[in-house]
Structures are given as C-alpha cells and as structure tokens.
C-alpha cells in the first residue's frame, strides 16, 4: 500500500450526491450559482472575515490579486514557497526580487525587506509558509513607510488564526488554494480575500467573470469562476473541517513525540492557532535527507521535498538575488506524510524508518 505525502479528505459519497442530484434539477451549473453563493457565505463566516471570492484555483487568484491592486515594477517575495507564488508575479509581467527567508519561520524575513526597496517597488507578495504567519506587523509597518501594497499567499493558512483574529485579515488582499492537495478543497479551487472593503470585493468578482456585469463590459477581466460543482465538493468537506484538523493535530503530535528531539522543526509563536498543514522536518545535511527519503521511497512512502529548489534559483529569472537561508533550507527539508485518514500505526512506522537512518 502506497502512503503518498497528503491525500484529499472525500466526504460520505451520498452528501456530494445530494447536492449534485439539485443541479440535475436546476440545470445551473457555474456563472455564480447557488452552491457558489452558499459556499462564499460559509467560508466567510468559517475564516471570520467579510466576504470571500471563490476562484478556479489559488494560483488564479494570485494573479487577480496582483491585477486588482494594479501592482507594476519590483515586487519584493520569499523564495520559500510554491513556484506558482513566483510565476504570478512574472506572468503579471512584474520582476520578483527575492528577500531571504528568517530562518526560524521559513517565512520572508521582514527586517531585510527596507534594504531592496527601489522606486520601482510596488508591492511585497510573501507566503504564510507551511501555515505558519509571516511577521505582519512588521511587514505593515514597512508597506505603510513606503506606500507599498500587501499580498498574502495564504494557500497553506486556511483556518490559522494570530493574536485571535484570522490571519487573513492581515495586508490588503490575501489569497487561498482549495486544491485537493489542501488542508481545505474543492477538488480544484481558490479564494480571494480583501480588506480594502466592498469596492475592491466587487471589483475582484468583475474581473474574474470577464469584467461583466449588468449587461455592460465594465474593464478588462479574465475567466477565472469556479462551478457549481467544486463548490459543492467545498460545501461537503466544509462540515467536516474541524474533524478534518483535529486528526491531523494528533498526527503531528505523534510525530512530535518521538521526532522534536532530533530535528529542526520551523518555529510557530504562542500567538498562532495552527492548522496542521504540513509536517516539516529540517536534517542537519542533505545527504541525510536523501537517505531518509529513500529508505521511505523503499517502503512506499512518499515524503515529498517541499520547498525545493528554492525559487530564487528558477532558471527562467532575469537576476539573481542570492538568499543564503533558503538556499540551504531547501536543501535539508522534507515533508512527511500528513492528513486525516493516515493511521498512527503508520506514523510510527515512518518514524521508525527516519530515526532507523539516523547516524
Ligand atoms: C498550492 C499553492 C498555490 C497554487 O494553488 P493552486 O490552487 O494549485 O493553483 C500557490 N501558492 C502556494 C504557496 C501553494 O502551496
């Protein structure tokens, strides 16, 4: 038996059927449909923030983002995260200029952000990694000096909270991923969350329905809905959404048990309500993380080398900033297998394994 890194949560079969026998009735399948609504609703309500808009995936809504904000120039970002937080930003025809990461949060380290900031600078898009925050007080501070735009790739921080309010009512828009790969899914799917209130909320569901509205093109948008399938796929899993973390905070404690004192782990502060999205494990040496992962390979289980290569090192970038954190971070971390149907038995036999190669 295969154990892969993470497995999408499926709710009762029959709950996804019910809803899906309703559009055999209505024949409304997407275009801001019923479940859409409902969904939006809920996951406003859930992430304790305004309103929500429900998008094809998370990456689209990284690009939507930078568009409503009508970002330009440098944008200042970690090199710590998934590609597609790069590759937004060039495929808005905006440069990436890479700032290391802290070496505790493995999030962009803030105190470094003032010292590449050009008159080309508009915006700094950084990732919650791992669903760990990034330092948002500082990173406001710096944006309000500098009239710098803030965006949050929030894909890994569904559910997280700092200092007892969600983390997405940090910067001015932050962005989720419901893939199936997520904490939280949609089978394909992502969010879109502003605190910059109601105007820009429209805003950001005209552009993703091709600037469309009231039978009037009103700007130039793009096709980025989702249907009313994926919504209700959101629907059915929403319910099961504490279940879902609170598995996977038993799993991260039986790793923790056994792991915490032969390894690295990123750190999260007090402040943070965690939402168990990874479980990430730094080793001293590659070397050692290579064989971990083989030993595990050999056994069918499937860690994965998640954030690897770091980004700053694509090879389609025009410059190169050197990010020594990253760089080495990358090499040395490992995600083992997390979610909410994985057994403790399994857990410890892939503890077992790791600490088996462990010199
Ligand atoms: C998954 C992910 C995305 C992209 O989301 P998709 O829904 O797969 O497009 C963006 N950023 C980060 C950090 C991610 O992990």
């Known amino acids: 038996m295969i154990i892969p890194v993470t497995q999408p949560f499926l709710p009762p079969m029959e709950e996804y059927n019910n809803r899906i ?7 409304w399948l997407t275009n801001n449909g019923v479940f859409v609504r409902e ?30 904000l009508d970002i330009k120039g440098e944008v200042i970002t970690t090199p710590f995260s998934f590609v597609a ?32 900031i050009t008159k080309k600078t508009t915006a700094i898009l950084a990732t919650h990694v791992y669903g760990i925050p990034c330092n948002v007080e500082r990173i ?16 890994h921080a ?24 997520k904490l939280f899914h949609t089978v394909e799917g992502g969010g879109i969350v502003t605190n910059l209130g109601p105007e820009m909320d429209k805003q950001i569901k005209l552009l993703r329905s091709f600037g469309f509205e009231d039978e009037c093109y009103k ?17 059915c899993n929403l319910k099961y959404i504490d279940q879902i973390m609170e598995k996977r905070k038993v799993i991260a404690d039986t790793y923790d048990a056994r792991l915490l004192k032969h390894f690295v782990r990123p750190s999260i502060s007090k402040s943070v309500d965690y939402n168990y999205a990874y479980y990430p494990i730094i080793f001293e040496t590659e070397q050692e993380l290579v ?38 971070i990358s090499n040395r971390v490992l995600c083992l297998p997390l979610y909410s149907d994985l057994n403790i038995k ?10 088996g190669e462990l010199k």
């Not at 500098?146 to 929030?154: E, N, P, R, S, T």
């Not at 399994?346 to 600490?355: M, Y």
């Open 21 to 27: 026998a309703k559009l055999w009735g209505s024949k």
């Open 39 to 68: 969904l939006e609703d809920e996951l406003a309500s859930y992430l304790e923030v305004t309103s929500l808009s429900f998008v094809g995936n998370g990456t689209l809504a990284l690009q939507l983002a930078l568009k409503a």
């Open 85 to 116: 937080t790069t590759t937004a930003i060039i495929w808005e025809n905006c440069e990436p200029v890479f700032v290391d990461i802290d070496s505790e949060t493995l999030c962009i380290d803030a105190d470094k952000i003032e010292e590449v």
């Open 140 to 155: 406001e501070e710096i944006a309000k000096k500098h009239g710098l735009k803030v965006i949050y790739d929030a894909a």
């Open 158 to 181: 569904f559910g997280v909270k700092y200092k007892g309010k969600s983390i997405l009512e940090y910067g001015d828009i932050s962005t989720l991923s419901f893939h199936a790969t």
């Open 219 to 235: 700007m130039v948008g793009i096709n980025a809905k989702n249907s009313e399938f994926h919504a209700a796929m959101g629907l």
């Open 291 to 328: 064989a971990v992962k083989e030993a595990l390979d050999k056994k069918n289980i499937q860690a994965r080398r998640y954030f690897y290569p770091t980004l700053n090192e694509l090879p389609y970038l025009q410059s190169y900033y050197p990010c020594f954190n990253s760089e080495d």
């Open 346 to 355: 399994d857990v410890e036999r892939i503890i077992d394994l790791v600490l």
